[in-house]
């Protein structure tokens, strides 16, 4: 099993940044997709960036140039950097690991258990 923990959430003004962080711990073989979710109340949970094991990253639209996504592969962590936030990316962000525990096997999604981001004054 491949368990995620995320952390770095929390309250910031508009223009402000934040950290995300997610490490994944368990028995992994290797994990090949790193990503970050988020939903709002009502919503479905959304991507806002992701990066693969060969270093390819796409972000949601309204992020780029504001977020960056960056992994550490081998301590399996991966990070949200978030800079001029905007009461709009308010949300409880998740992150997602597309992983399989063999090889070969299965590629399956595990999420982490979400943190709460809040940008407001």
């Known amino acids: 099993q491949v368990h995620l923990v995320e952390s770095g959430g929390g309250l910031v003004q508009p223009g402000g940044s934040l950290r995300l962080s997610c490490g994944a711990s368990?028995?992994?073989?290797?994990?090949?997709?790193m990503g970050w979710y988020r939903q709002t109340p009502g919503s479905l949970r959304d991507l806002v960036a992701d990066i693969t094991s060969d270093g390819k990253i796409r972000y949601k639209d309204s992020v780029k140039g504001r977020f960056t996504i960056s992994a550490d592969n081998a301590k399996n962590t991966w990070y949200l950097q978030m800079d001029r936030l905007e009461p709009e990316d308010t949300a409880v962000y998740y992150c997602?690991?597309?992983?399989?525990?063999?090889?070969?096997?299965?590629?399956?999604?595990?999420w982490g258990q979400g943190t709460r981001v809040n940008v407001s004054i």
């Open positions: 997602l690991g597309a992983a399989a525990i063999e090889h070969p096997g299965e590629i399956r999604n595990y």
């Open positions: 368990g028995t992994i073989y290797k994990i090949y997709t």
